[in-house]
T-cell receptor, first 115, second 108 residues
Framework: DAGITQSPRHKVTETGTPVTLRCHQT?????MYWYRQDPGHGLRLIHY???????DKGEVSDGYSVSRSKTEDFLLTLESATSSQTSVYFC??????????????FGPGTRLTVL | QKEVEQNSGPLSVPEGAIASLNCTYSDRGSQSFFWYRQYSGKSPELIMS????GDKEDGRFTAQLNKASQYVSLLIRDSQPSDSATYLCAVGFQKLVFGTGTRLLVSP
């Protein structure tokens, strides 16, 4: 397994509260990604990072922010959680330096419930 | 909007049969193509990657790519009950677009 951990693995929170999810890698890969997975929608990209302090938006970025201050850590923040953000969140990593080095490997996921 | 389409299934096959999973994509400039397997409650795990037209074989798995038809498929030979899972097709470079997955059921 790729060295990717996510914390917490499960979280229940209330509408309006801030939430931060952490992704940590030990592979020294340049690219890191946050996805959410919902029934009927598959995996959708929220934000991604292509280096320390270099991030960009994905398909469903509204309501989310990210930060990457170290190569190994990528944080996803929900500033004010809403029920529509109840989902399973996956972090992924890749070398991303060439077509042949673009395979993404996934972390174990975080199940977030917003009440 | 870049799209990846998969039949949601379920695709039911008996043990020992060949399972054929299909995927079409809209971005003609796509360079990388991946198949992931996802068991219920687990994270996606890579099965195959393919980058050029033709077939690529790895054990019981064969990925097929036809860029002219914008079509990628995954064949699973000698299907086993342990292959029962959802199979995700992903297309792109650095920013992948995923299909919604095909659920495969292999019956003993």
């Amino acid at each position: 397994d790729a060295g990717i951990t996510q914390s917490p693995r499960h979280k229940v929170t209330e509408t309006g509260t801030p939430v931060t999810l952490r992704c940590h890698q030990t592979e020294n890969h340049r690219y890191m990604y946050w996805y959410r997975q919902d029934p009927g929608h598959g995996l959708r990209l929220i934000h991604y990072s292509y280096g320390v302090k270099d991030t960009d938006k994905g398909e469903v970025s509204d309501g989310y922010s990210v930060s990457r201050s170290k190569t190994e850590d990528f944080l996803l923040t929900l500033e004010s959680a809403t029920s529509s953000q109840t989902s399973v969140y996956f972090c992924a990593i890749s070398e991303g330096t060439s077509v042949m080095a673009d395979t993404q490997y996934f972390g174990p996921g975080t199940r977030l419930t917003v009440l | 909007q870049k799209e990846v389409e998969q039949n949601s299934g379920p695709l039911s096959v008996p043990e020992g049969a060949i399972a054929s999973l299909n995927c079409t994509y809209s971005d003609r400039g796509s360079q990388s193509f991946f198949w992931y397997r996802q068991y219920s409650g687990k994270s996606p795990e890579l099965i195959m990657s393919i980058y050029s037209n033709g077939d690529k074989e790895d054990g019981r798995f064969t990925a097929q790519l036809n860029k002219a038809s914008q079509y990628v498929s995954l064949l699973i030979r000698d299907s086993q009950p342990s292959d029962s899972a959802t199979y995700l097709c992903a297309v792109g470079f650095q920013k992948l677009v995923f299909g919604t997955g095909t659920r495969l059921l292999v019956s003993p």
